[in-house]
């Protein structure tokens, strides 16, 4: 993370001087590239920014390939905004506009990268192409009517006569703005010749399949048969055009963006794995300035000679993303898109690699490029050729799982870096004393019609000396009369025309006074204005000093937000480690002390009493209780426990036991023992009150024998005795039980042995019948024990 905090940016198109800093390379013509990296919040991106003109390729987890470092003319990451990337990539190329040059911007990479969202942006964020419609209207202070202006189909205009424009106009259809409020581009470019008149035309095409088509058409619908348009050239040496494509002349950005978001309803996307809203096609949007000169008559109309219009155009492209199948999943129609894309891709790339060839070696006696490959290097031939500019915006997604694609794109744009554009040579426009003031034409012969209006400027015949008065001719030298009237009204002309000299030189002065006054007013206003601009640009260069400070302590912010984010992540997967750590420690904690309850009821089990106190005294010493139990076993067997729930049943005492008129019999001979109802042996097993959980006196129905569970040690010393254990042929035998065997099983058998202090070997069989239990399992009642014991005849 600590690349994202070293980087600085100044983000205003501002230079330390305050003045406008528009990047071009007018003396070395290299393609430009810069690069946009996608948002991304998680903590493993594959790009990571470096600085303004780096970045690195970061390989994920469990690619085994080294890092890599690429140069682009500039840098963009995921904090940079819209307007930065407008002002640094396009606002040039507005400018070339208004100049009279040509240019193109494109945008490059895989599908889901933000291409579109770099071109066009969103209604909160406008993207590049609505910025320069604002840019571009608010820098044309000399724009016509609709209709003088008319395209010929063939990359050409006309003019109108003013009765014809006056007809076309009243044929046109209001519009209708159905722009909602948009984030405005303020900006304006300066450069526009203001002896020139000028009027904007849209055109909007889609290269679908190879093929070209004209989304500013109505007829254009989802059968698009017999729809498509031709890529033609006025001449060899001419620049290729779409023969009779829709061009629309407007007079706003909203306007223009109306007739922008009318043909993206059929443009053609779809929905993707990859992108829910995947262009399918290349998208060209090319606006395109008219400029001719104005008449001289003071008329706002432009002079009527073809040969001096002048028409440059912004072509702005949005490429579609470039897929693996084997990511995509695509199958029919989107397939043959997936491949037509890649192939107008490929055949872009194989372009800039041959023009880069035949650069590094002029020499060649054929330098073949295959532009007619594809419909899109064939329609842009020209600008490869040196008509205009071009600029490419390679727009990469950090995710890990594009990192593949990624590395396609920067070589791509690396590629394309090292490829030389032959630089445009500019039309001459037409020189003027007026051409450079800060005012358009239009606002200049507002002014003159306005001061005819209010002066009248007609020649004024000044009567300086009144008519001479009739006099008779002289009679005589001697006439000295008519010759003193002559000379007073001679005088008197002469000093009333003083008089009138001395006037025009006091009005002359006056006027010059005033001349000097308001010149001065003038200047000064001049000068204030101009230190006003001064201290304006020095605003806007602390303004950007402010911004750039502010990206840098809010890339460092996001830097901290997303380390502390992972020590937050990493907290929480430790607290939540020791809760479970905790609940396994409760749980273990439990199942001990259940385990210790269940190990003490067995203790108490083992060390109770268990035979009433009559019997218990009888105990022989050094002999426990489960010993005693396990040798009286076998004559108490028919003692049932539920004889404890019922008072004994009183028989005489010649009866004896009850006789058993069918006995069943068990598997190993002997009868199945029946409950026996005088003995209050299991009432102290089984005391009052407690709950059952096996029935004592079950008896299994079925008379036919049932499966025996021979339960053996381990480790079995062989008897050697004559007398050998037989169990039937369907016996299960085991060494570690199981609760699944007791389900499967009646009888139970399970041998013991032992040596006595004599050193001989006693072998026990200990049987009993399997017995189902209240809670799904099975219990064992023990009903006999035989033994099979080696005795040495001297003890007898």
Not at 270 to 299: K, W, Y
Not at 520 to 528: Q, S, T, W
Request: glycine fraction near 4%; charge should be positive.
């Amino acid at each position: 993370m600590a690349e994202f905090s070293t980087r600085k940016r100044n983000t205003d198109d501002t230079n330390h001087n305050g003045k406008t800093k528009i990047k071009k390379k007018l003396h070395n013509e290299t393609l430009e590239v810069v690069c946009r990296i996608a948002p991304y919040s998680d903590l493993d991106p594959c790009i990571i920014a470096l600085d303004d003109e780096h970045v690195k390729l970061v390989p994920p987890p469990g690619v085994n390939k080294p890092e890599q470092v690429y140069k682009f003319g500039c840098v963009f990451d995921g904090q940079d905004s819209q307007r930065t990337v407008f002002r640094r990539c396009a606002l040039d190329y507005v400018e070339d506009l208004v100049c009279g040059r040509n240019g193109l911007l494109f945008t490059y990479g895989v599908t889901g990268s933000g291409k579109t969202f770099t071109m066009t942006g969103d209604t909160d964020k406008a993207g590049i192409l609505p910025r320069s419609l604002d840019v571009l209207f608010n820098s044309l202070p000399n724009q016509l009517e609709k209709c003088i202006f008319y395209p010929d189909g063939k990359n050409g205009f006309q003019i109108r006569s003013p009765s014809h424009a006056e007809l076309a106009r009243k044929q046109l259809q209001p519009f209708e703005n159905k722009i909602a409020e948009h984030i405005t581009e303020s900006r304006k470019v300066l450069g526009f010749n203001n002896n020139m008149v000028s009027a904007v035309f849209v055109s909007y095409v889609e290269i679908y399949n190879e093929e070209v088509y004209d989304l500013l058409d109505e007829n254009l619908r989802s059968n698009r048969l017999g729809l498509t348009k031709r890529l033609r050239k006025v001449s060899p040496e001419g620049p290729v055009y779409v023969e009779n494509v829709t061009e629309i002349e407007v007079q706003s950005s909203d306007e223009a963006l109306t007739q922008f978001l009318n043909a993206q309803q059929r443009r053609k996307v779809a929905d993707t794995i990859l992108n829910q809203n995947s262009s399918r096609s290349h998208s060209i949007f090319n606006i395109r300035l008219v400029m001719a000169p104005c008449e001289e008559d003071g008329r706002f109309y432009p002079v009527r000679d073809e040969s001096k219009i002048i028409v440059s155009q912004l072509s702005l492209v949005d490429l579609a993303g470039s897929e693996r199948t084997k990511r995509t999943e695509n199958v029919g129609q989107r397939f043959e898109e997936g491949c037509n894309i890649n192939k107008s891709l490929m055949t872009l790339r194989q372009c800039f690699n041959q023009l880069r060839e035949s650069q590094r070696n002029p020499r060649r006696e054929v330098n073949f490029i295959s532009y007619r490959s594809s419909s899109l290097t064939w329609l842009f031939k020209s600008f490869f050729e040196g008509i205009g500019r071009i600029r490419m915006i390679i727009c990469v997604n950090p995710l890990p799982a594009d990192y593949k694609e990624n590395i396609t794109v920067l070589e791509f744009a690396e590629l394309a870096q090292q490829v030389d554009i032959p630089e445009a040579v500019a039309p001459l426009f037409p020189l003027s004393d007026m051409a450079n003031l800060p005012f358009s034409r239009r606002q200049i012969d507002s002014w003159h019609r306005e001061l005819e209006q209010k002066l009248n400027l007609e020649p004024m015949q000044m009567q300086l000396f009144d008519p001479p008065p009739p006099f008779k001719n002289l009679a005589a030298p001697e006439d000295e009369e008519t010759i003193r009237n002559l000379r007073e009204y001679f005088i008197k002309k002469a000093s009333q025309h003083q008089a009138y000299v001395n006037t025009v030189m006091q009005n002359a002065q006056d006027f010059s006074a005033r001349l000097k006054k308001r010149l001065c007013y003038a200047d000064l206003n001049e000068k204030r204005l101009n230190d006003m601009e001064i201290d304006l640009e020095e605003m806007r260069r602390y303004n950007t000093e402010a911004t750039a400070q502010a990206n840098q302590c809010k890339r460092q912010l996001n830097a901290m937000k997303l380390r502390l984010n992972k020590y937050e992540c990493e907290d929480f997967v430790d607290r939540q480690r020791e809760e479970d750590t905790r609940k396994k420690q409760q749980e273990m904690a439990a199942v001990m002390e259940q385990k210790s309850r269940t190990l003490q009821q067995a203790m108490d089990l083992v060390t109770s009493p268990i035979f009433p106190t009559t019997i218990t005294t009888n105990l022989t010493p050094g002999t426990s209780h489960v010993a005693e139990l396990r040798r009286q076993f076998g004559a108490r067997s028919d003692e049932k426990i539920d004889s404890a729930r019922r008072p004994p049943v009183q028989l005489p005492k010649s009866a004896g036991r009850v006789p058993q008129t069918n006995p069943q019999m068990t598997m190993f001979g002997k009868p199945r023992a029946l409950p026996q109802v005088s003995t209050p042996l299991s009432a102290i097993a089984f005391r009052e009150g407690r709950t059952g959980y096996m029935n004592p006196k079950f008896h299994r129905r079925s008379k036919s024998v049932g499966r025996v569970l021979d339960h053996q040690p381990v480790v079995q010393v062989p008897l050697g005795t004559v007398y050998q254990k037989v169990l039937p042929g369907n016996a299960k035998s085991t060494t570690r039980l199981k609760a699944d065997d007791l389900k499967k099983c009646d009888e139970y058998l399970i041998t013991h042995q032992e040596v006595d202090n004599r050193g001989n070997i006693s072998t026990e069989l200990v049987k009993g019948e399997i017995i189902p239990t209240a809670g799904g399992g099975s219990a064992v009642k023990f009903t006999d024990i035989e033994r099979l014991k080696h005795e040495s005849p001297s003890n007898f």
